[in-house]
């Protein structure tokens, strides 16, 4: 069986380059250099942060202060909110009665914190500086173009939409196929303050799932570039010279003040998404079942399960499964990345195999879904309105590459998972 996995794993993973290149808009020019390159970084990328013991103990000290972050916006969210945020219960819950996990006030919280600190390290340089490192490291691995550089680096740190900000001046000078890989990228990783989000409702339910969330937006980078490339092949416009990056904030209370505003934003586009998107689904489920049918009644996941199988099957995913993960990943696609991770949350025990939840927590870690495309679109075409109709006619494609770069992480995850 687990030679049958790996079987399955490898052709998945000539399988989605293949239809990334069947979707090309220039198929005879076939990026292969790059290509190779870009799964080999990813794969070497995912052995080092997964196997290298002095890398994974650095990644291990960075999840302990995610969770002493954790518990910093939880001292914070009780102060305000008292038991409702978490503190002592004055009363004992009842056996089976209704969960006393408020998502809104015990998860949030951290949302907040984490936004103030990335404005407060921003403006102190200390992101700044790393986000220049990489920028400059993806430039020597990728032969990508200064700003584009920069973009895709921050994109880990600060998500789709603030990391474009960076370079906005020069997003108009920017190729196609540039602002291609900025698209395809934006969609391909998710920022810090939705790695603790996402941290947070998978706490008890995947180990070191900080450590995991970030692992995988980190590997999927190099093969988000190379999707972009096989899709679009374009000159790089070159910059010379190192991009500046300047603090727009005042100081350091100023940064602060801000960052807590901008996740106050977020905070709130999380919340009013879920309480939607949770009632359509249930609206969704509540008129499938009326279809008369023997046995179970049809629902929205066993839907997502059917059409979205087939890539769970190519990405080597147990047998027993496959149904189960396609299921996440539509719902990753048409809705968003936290109810995903959320229904993956409340699976019970059993319901998946360790590697087969391993392979999901992988597979779902992006922003790629029609959601954020509408939202990236927008920005992007607030920031370099010359390009309105080339970001329009690129967003569909963007998240396309972009789940077929989730794939190739989960496929590469997996299979590392079977072989070491």
Known sequence: ?????????????????????????????????????????????????????????VLGGLARGVDNVQKAAESGAVFVFGYLGGGRQPFAA???????????????????????????????????WIVQGAAWVFGRLFGVSGPVGVSTSACIFLGMIEAPLLVRPMLPKLSRGEFFIIMVDGLSVIAGSTMILLATMLVGRVDDVFTHLLTASLISTPMAITMARIIIPSEVVRTSGRIPLSSEYKSS??????????????????????????????????????????????????????????????MGVPSGDITTVGSLLGTKVAVNEVIAYGQLAALPAGALSARGELIATYALCSF?????????????????????????????????????????????????????
């Open 253 to 314: 209370l100023d940064a602060i003040t801000q960052g807590t505003l901008g996740g106050v934003r977020i905070a709130a586009y999380v919340i009013a998404l879920l309480i939607v998107f949770v009632g359509l689904i249930a609206l969704v489920d509540a008129l499938l079942a009326q279809i008369p049918r023997d046995g179970d009644p049809i629902t929205l996941s066993t839907v997502f399960g059917t059409i979205f199988a087939p890539f769970a099957w190519l």
């Open 94 to 128: 009842a056996e089976g009665g209704a969960s006393t996990f408020i998502f809104a006030l015990q998860v949030i919280p951290a949302v907040l914190l984490v936004s103030a600190l990335a404005a407060l390290l921003w403006h102190w340089g200390v992101l700044r």
């Open 1 to 57: 069986m687990i030679q049958g996995d790996a079987f399955r794993a490898l052709a998945g993973l000539g399988a989605f380059l293949l239809i990334a290149w069947g979707v090309s808009e220039n198929r005879r020019r076939f990026p292969w250099k790059m290509v190779a390159g870009g799964l080999s970084l990813q794969i070497v990328f995912a052995l080092v942060l997964t196997r290298v013991p002095a890398v994974v103990a």
């Open 368 to 420: 790629g879904n029609f959601g954020s495309v509408a939202i990236l679109i927008g920005t992007l075409t607030a920031m370099a309105p010359e390009k309105s109709d080339d970001i329009v006619q690129l967003g569909l494609k963007a998240l396309f590459a972009a789940f077929l770069t989730s794939c190739m992480t989960g496929t590469v995850i997996g299979l590392l998972a079977l072989v070491i």
